[in-house]
């Protein structure tokens, strides 16, 4: 949806860190770049999320079952329960209205 909310401006980023090479090189350097300013801006720790939950996306579809994943991988139970609090941690970090909040969706959840 492109209504000018954060969670829109969040998907746009998503949609661009699945292009992979340059742009994803200069998304990180972006977040990297804007964490050193003094001062705090929602723009990049939203970035920052985006970042991290593409890195969790990766590895939680390693777990799972379809048609373009022959490799699929038997995780245990602990590195599992690990990665679901992991989730758990990325959505404390968002820095959205509730209403957004719920709305955002890792993927491979």
Do not use: Y
């Not at 699945?18 to 990297?32: M, P, Y």
């Not at 048609?67 to 959505?91: C, F, P, W, Y």
Request: overall charge negative; aromatic content about 4%.
């Amino acid at each position: 949806k492109a209504d000018g909310s954060l969670l829109s401006w969040m998907t746009t980023v998503r949609s661009k860190l699945d292009e992979g090479g340059w742009v994803l090189s200069s998304i990180h350097d972006l977040a990297c770049e804007g964490s050193r300013i003094p001062v705090e801006m929602d723009c990049v720790k939203l970035l920052q999320v985006e970042l991290d939950a593409r890195n969790w996306s990766v590895k939680a579809r390693r777990w799972l079952p379809d048609a373009s994943n022959a490799d699929v991988r038997k995780g245990k139970l602990e590195d599992i329960q690990e990665h679901v609090e992991k989730a758990t941690s990325l959505r404390q970090r968002l820095v959205l209205p509730a209403t957004e909040k719920l709305e955002w969706k890792l993927e491979g959840e």
